[in-house]
């Protein structure tokens, strides 16, 4: 029965994103120039990782995530700030890893990944209403091992390097 579940699950993600099957380390994205126009004139952004509870237990740390994502960042020209600095940043921007991992056995399983750029927005109905909203998103859904998940993280990051440098091309 819990099979079932968790292959329910994993079809329903991949219906919700709309992906073929099979899944290896399917793409999902929401990277338009409408959502990349979102990305022009940052003066720099954060970084979170989100990771289930189990993580540790497979490999997965939030801190070898972070030492891997903010060079990758800065590498690209991007200004990583802490989560302190951001708060006095006009638009609260940042960047949010969240991993999901589903059924392990001997350190292969399911992970859904998705880096989505948070940041203030308004409603147009009323740009008195301010809340943080994803403007641009990416994501995969895979099987393998931390490895294969430090890969994907990886891949998605150079693809959100790929549209921030799009709009914010280096002088």
Known sequence: MKTYKQTVLIIG?????????PVFATPATRDFQGNRASLEGLQGIAVSVVLPKRAEQIGLFERHMMAEIEPQLRLAGIKVMTKEEVLNVKGTPFIEVSITTFKESQGIFSYFISIGFIQDVSLGRDPLIRLQGITWIHGALGYGDKTNVRHSIKDLMNKFIDAYLSVNPKS
């Open 13 to 21: 993600l991949i219906m919700l994103f709309n992906l073929p099957l």
